[in-house]
């Protein structure tokens, strides 16, 4: 019965507090799960990727496993990014950057501040993005993250470019394929080399801009990117136009051209087109520059895009002016103008939407502000019942176990007395046996002694008949 109590007090107090605790690895377990595999669809699919988070989500909800919510807004910063909503996509990597900072991890605070940075980019607020590419640079630095410092180098190289400011990029993307290199990142280094080779261009520097272009092209070759390449090969072409060569400028446009079409690459195949046909023109072979411009101009129009629209139809006006042909230079110069004018009026509509867009992102951010406030009142009161609930739980348990100590102790009195009782019992019994061994003893003492009745009885016959 003792061995009983205790096994009894033992699954008690596994089962009160160990099965809880299982419950929530498993619930943490598939957490990670969910945020996994919808982090890996964010791109390829968005919506896959959604119903894995809203699942992630549930069990953060009703769990105890709140040191995931950081790691599911950061991928829910994913997936708004990737569907285009910025302001909820900045909101999402807010929250989780500040969260992830007071958890100490760097690794994912400095990741969800990259992103962050690359919102900022594409909201156009460089000063912004910048400033979030340095900090998560700085900590990606500091703990050695190499292919997130080569990703955040080549970022900032890329905001330096787009603000022309080349010098500052080149410092950036040479910083980068020094760290590729080490990491005998291929595909990393190719693009890399590619980046170097446009911004030695912009600075005029095309004999080392070519030798990038070149070394650019090894490493595509040994990782079989064609598209890679067919980009590159443009590139090449550009730069042996700059430098008046242009049978080798020819010779890269048709190699990039061909590889377009093996790919289906419409807009390489446009703007290979157009930049054959303003070579071929360049050389005075009008036929064949005419020949690719059109083509240029037909699926410039079917994509549709305005700006390759307008240069091809530049190229024909020029083309036309020059052959005498000046109805047909005057037609494709009116094209020119009207595209020239749309893509202004859509620059002016742009500017005005990333305007818009930055006026709604500060009320997004607001509301989601306050929700979040709100939020963090509920988890705040969710985990004050959860708490109470574990309080009610333990103090159960410690009742049930004293209950369990004095029906044991009681159980041990009552086994003690009965004992006691059997014990006294014996010995009653014993010096009862004693006492009646004795008294026997006497008696047969006694009888022994004393004359047989017989005797008296003739003893007491013959005094009766004396008298």
Not at 58 to 87: A, C, D, T
């Amino acid at each position: 019965m003792r061995k009983l109590t205790k096994r009894l007090i033992l699954l008690t107090f596994l089962f009160i507090f160990f099965v809880p605790i299982s419950a929530q690895i498993i619930d943490t377990l598939l957490i990670d799960s969910f945020l996994l595999k919808s982090s890996q669809l964010v791109t390829i699919n968005p919506d896959s990727a959604r119903h894995y988070i809203k699942r992630a989500h549930y069990l953060i909800s009703n769990s105890k496993s709140k040191s995931r919510i950081p790691r599911w807004g950061f991928v829910m910063g994913q997936l708004e990014h990737q569907r285009g909503n910025l302001s909820n996509a900045a909101h999402y990597y807010k929250v989780s950057s500040s969260a992830f900072k007071k958890l100490n991890n760097d690794e994912m605070f400095a990741k969800s501040t990259f992103n962050l940075g690359i919102v900022y980019f594409e909201l156009g607020d460089y000063t912004q993005a910048l400033s979030h590419y340095l900090n998560a640079l700085n900590i990606f630095t500091r703990h050695n993250f190499i292919p997130d410092c080569i990703s955040a180098n080549n970022s900032i190289g890329s905001l330096y470019y787009q603000m022309h400011n080349y010098k500052e990029a080149l410092f950036y993307f040479e910083r980068a394929i020094k760290l590729s290199k080490e990491l005998k990142l291929e595909a990393h280094t190719a693009m890399l080399n590619g980046n170097i080779g446009n911004t030695l261009s912009e600075l005029g520097r095309n004999q080392e801009a070519m030798s990038h272009y070149k070394q650019s092209i090894a490493y595509y070759n040994q990782i079989d990117d064609k598209k890679g390449l067919s980009i590159l090969y443009g590139n090449i072409s550009v730069e042996y136009d700059l430098l008046n060569n242009s049978d080798s400028a020819i010779f890269y446009g048709k190699r990039s051209l061909e590889l377009s079409e093996n790919l289906s690459r419409k807009l390489g195949i446009c703007i290979q087109t157009a930049s054959l046909g303003k070579l071929f023109y360049k050389k005075g072979d009008f036929p064949i520059s005419e020949k690719y411009l059109l083509q240029s101009l037909e699926i410039a129009q079917n994509l549709p895009s305005l700006d390759d629209t307008k240069i091809a139809a530049l190229y024909l006006s020029q083309l036309y002016d020059t052959t005498g042909n000046t109805l047909m230079a005057l037609k494709y110069f009116k094209l020119y103008s009207e595209a020239k004018d749309s893509l202004l009026n859509e620059s002016k509509s742009e500017e005005i939407g990333r305007l818009q867009a930055k006026h709604e992102f500060d009320q997004v951010q607001e509301k989601m502000n306050l929700i979040h406030e709100y939020e963090l009142k509920l988890a705040s009161e969710r985990e004050h019942r959860q708490t109470l609930l574990a309080l009610t739980m333990i103090i159960c348990l410690i009742l049930v176990i004293i209950f369990l100590v004095i029906i044991y102790k009681r159980f041990m009195l009552t086994r003690k007395q009965k004992k006691l009782i059997e014990e006294q019992k014996i010995l009653v019994e014993h010096k009862q046996r004693e006492i009646l061994d004795s008294i026997n003893y006497a008696r047969r003492i006694q009888l022994s002694r004393m004359p047989s009745e017989n005797l008296i009885k003739k003893e007491l016959e013959r005094l009766v008949f004396k008298q």
